[in-house]
C-alpha cells in the first residue's frame, strides 16, 4: 500500500537545515552515583545541551514499548521498533506469551513439526537462550514445549542451551540449567523417553552472533549440535562449574562451549530430526537460522555434511531474507513507520551505524523491514564494527560513525539524518565500567564534532536512546542498594536497566520548544511524531502525540527532569 504524503504543517514551515537524530545506545537516566557510568563519565557536549536545549525523560522499557510488564526490561530492538512506528506496538515477547496464552502455538508450524517427526522417528532438538529476561527468549517457552512434546508422544528431545548472564543477572546460568533438569526430569519418569541438554556455552561465545560480526560463534554451536564436538562433561552442571574454576569470575556469557556427553557420543542433528529455534528475537537468531536453511550459497564456515531436517523459528526473523521458511508465530506487520512516511513524502534521508546497531537503525527502525522505500532518497552506511572484545576498543567506531554524519551535514545530502552511537551498550554489556567510561567520552566527543557542522548549516539536533545501561553496571537489592560479594566486589551488572532515556532538542535555526506538558509518562512512542514536526509535516493521526510545542522565537527553554 502506498502511503499519502505528509501535510504540511501551515503552523511551522518545512525547515533548511538538516534534521540529525543521534541514538545513544544504552544510555540511560539512572541513579547518580559510583556504579553510573554516565554520570561518573566527562561529557561537557551532552550536560550542555542537557542545559541549553530542550529536554525531558522518556520511558524506554516495559509496557512504554510493547512488553508485557513494566518489569521488562526494553531492548535495542524494541526501542528502534517502536521509535520508527510513533506508537506502541506489542513486540516478540508479548506476542509470543499471548500465542503460548492463547495456545495457538501448538497450530500450523508446531502440528507440521509433529507430523514429520512421527513420520521419520526423529528426535526434536530445541536451541535458544536459557533464562527468564523475556529479551530473546523465556525458559517459560521451552518449558513448554517440551511438555507439549511430551503429550505429542515425542520419546527424544534434546535441548542445546546458550547461557545468558546479559539480559539476566551474571552468574545464574545454573539456576536456570536446573529448572530446566526439574521439568525434563518429571517426563523421564516415563520409561521410553529421553530428554536431556545435549550441548551448550555462552551466548556470546557460541551460536549468537549478530550482523556477520563474528561467524565462528555460529561455528562453534553448529559444530556441537551438528557434529559433537566440544568439551565434554556428564551434566551442564559440571561444564558450569569447571569453566568457573578454571577462568573464576567468567561472566555467564562468556562461557565455552561444550557437549554432554558420559560414556557415549552426545545427542546430535542428524537425518530426519527437527530443529526448533525458541528465540523470538531476530537479530541473534539469523545466522543460525542461515546456516540451517541456507544451501550451496553458504560461504561462512565449513558446515560439513549438512543433515536433513525440519528447521523453525520461534518468529520470522528476516523479512526481507524470508528466514526461516517456517516458524511458529506469525509476526503482527508494522507498516506505516516514519521511514515510509518521510520516504512518500520526498524526503532524503540517511541512515547510518557500525556493524553491531546498523541493523536497528534500518531493519528494526523500519518496521521490520531492511530494505529501503525508495532507492533515489535513502542512503544506508554501515561502518564495519571491529572483531575484538568492546572493552578493549571501547571507543568502537565512533569516530567514524561522525564522519559520515558530518559529510552528510556539509554536503547537504539529507534532510533527515539518524544514527545510531553503540558504545554505551556494548562496552555497557561488558560490565567494564572504566571502559564504558571511555565509551562514553569518545561518543560526547563525536557529538561535539557533529555540532559544530550542523550549527552553521542551521539544523536541529536530537538526542535519545534506545534503553537504559552504562547507567546502572551494579546488581541492585529490592531496596535499589548495590550488591557485592562477600570479598567487597561489586557484582558487575551487564544487561540493561529499567531506567528512562534523555531526549534533548537543540536546534540551530533559532527555532526553541516547549515540552507538550499534556503527555503523562511519555516513552519512544513519542519520538516519530516529534521529528515529523521539526521537520514542519503533521504527524499521522494514529502516531503517539508529539513531545514538543513550536513556541516561534521563545527565549526561555523548558527542562524538565
Known amino acids: 500500500m502506498t502511503l499519502t504524503p505528509l501535510e504540511i504543517n501551515k503552523q511551522s514551515e518545512i525547515r533548511k537545515g538538516p534534521l540529525v537524530l543521534l541514538i545513544l545506545d544504552g544510555v540511560g537516566i539512572g541513579r547518580e552515583d559510583q556504579f553510573n557510568a554516565v554520570h561518573l563519565s566527562r561529557t561537557p557536549t551532552l550536560d550542555a545541551l542537557s542545559s541549553s536545549g530542550t529536554f525531558c ?20 530492538e524494541v526501542g528502534h521498533n517502536i521509535m520508527g512506528a510513533g506508537r506502541v506496538l506489542p513486540q516478540g515477547a508479548t506476542i509470543v506469551e499471548n500465542a503460548f496464552g492463547s495456545e495457538r502455538i501448538w497450530l500450523g508450524a508446531w502440528k507440521r513439526m509433529m507430523a514429520r517427526l512421527k513420520s521419520t522417528g526423529g528426535a526434536l532438538h530445541l536451541v535458544g537462550l536459557l533464562s527468564d529476561g523475556n529479551v530473546h527468549s523465556h525458559e517459560s517457552h521451552l518449558h513448554a514445549m517440551l511438555k507439549r512434546s511430551d503429550q505429542e508422544g515425542l520419546k527424544n528431545v534434546y535441548v542445546h542451551v546458550l547461557l545468558d548472564g546479559r539480559d539476566v543477572p551474571d552468574q545464574t546460568a545454573e539456576i536456570y540449567v536446573d529448572r530446566l533438569e526439574s521439568v525434563m526430569a518429571n517426563i523421564n519418569c516415563k520409561s521410553d523417553r529421553d530428554y536431556r541438554i545435549a550441548s551448550g556455552g555462552g551466548r556470546m561465545t557460541i551460536t549468537m552472533d549478530r550482523y556477520g560480526a563474528d561467524w565462528s560463534m555460529v561455528a562453534r554451536g553448529w559444530n556441537a549440535m551438528v557434529h559433537g564436538i566440544g568439551e565434554r562433561f556428564p551434566s551442564a552442571a559440571d561444564a558450569i562449574r569447571h569453566f568457573r574454576q578454571r577462568q573464576p569470575g567468567i561472566n555467564d556469557q562468556y562461557l565455552p562451549g561444550f557437549v554432554v556427553a558420559e560414556d557415549k557420543d552426545p545427542p546430535k542433528v542428524t537425518d530426519g530430526d527437527g530443529v ?23 560461504s561462512h564456515f565449513d558446515r560439513g555434511r549438512i543433515p536433513d531436517t525440519q528447521f523453525m523459528g520461534m518468529m520470522l526473523y528476516d523479512g526481507d531474507l524470508d528466514l526461516p521458511k517456517e516458524y511458529l508465530i506469525s509476526p503482527e506487520p508494522v507498516s506505516g513507520s516514519i521511514g515510509e512516511y518521510l520516504a512518500a513524502t520526498g524526503i532524503t534521508q540517511l541512515a547510518c551505524a557500525e556493524t553491531q546497531k546498523f541493523g536497528h537503525v534500518t531493519y528494526f527502525w523500519n518496521g ?87 550549527e552553521k548549516a542551521r539544523g536541529c539536533l536530537v538526542v535519545t536512546a534506545d534503553h537504559g545501561n552504562a547507567d546502572n553496571m551494579v546488581e541492585r ?35 526553541t520548544y516547549d515540552l507538550n506538558t499534556n503527555l503523562h509518562h511519555p516513552g519512544l512512542g513519542n519520538i516519530a511524531a516529534t521529528l515529523i514536526e521539526i521537520l514542519g509535516f503533521k504527524p499521522p493521526e494514529d502516531y503517539e502525540p508529539s513531545l514538543i510545542l513550536r513556541n516561534g522565537m521563545k527565549e526561555k527553554q523548558v527542562k524538565i527532569a
Open 477 to 511: 537489592d529490592k531496596t535499589d542498594k548495590p550488591r557485592f560479594t562477600p570479598d567487597g566486589v561489586p557484582l558487575w551488572r551487564t544487561a540493561h536497566s529499567l531506567n528512562p532515556v534523555p531526549f534533548i532538542v537543540k536546534d540551530y535555526s533559532g527555532h
Open 368 to 454: 521490520n523491514r531492511s530494505g529501503k522505500f525508495d532507492e533515489q532518497l535513502e542512503t544506508y552506511v554501515e561502518i564495519p564494527s571491529d572483531n575484538v572484545p568492546f572493552d578493549q576498543k571501547p571507543w568502537m567506531k565512533s569516530a567514524e560513525t561522525a564522519d559520515v554524519v558530518i559529510s552528510s551535514i556539509e554536503y547537504s545530502k539529507h534532510q533527515f539524518i539518524r544514527c545510531n552511537f553503540p558504545g554505551g551498550d556494548m562496552v555497557g554489556h561488558t560490565g567494564n565500567l572504566e571502559a564504558t567510561i571511555i565509551a562514553l567520552e569518545a561518543i560526547d566527543l563525536a557529538i561535539k564534532r557533529i555540532i559544530a557542522p550542523l
Open 57 to 76: 525523560a522518556l520511558r524506554a522499557s516495559g509496557t512504554a514499548v510493547g512488553l508485557p510488564s513494566d518489569t521488562d526490561i526494553g531492548g535495542s
Open 276 to 298: 526448533i529455534l525458541f528465540n523470538f528475537r531476530g537479530d541473534r537468531a539469523v545466522e543460525l537460522t542461515q546456516a540451517f536453511c541456507e544451501d550451496d550459497d553458504f
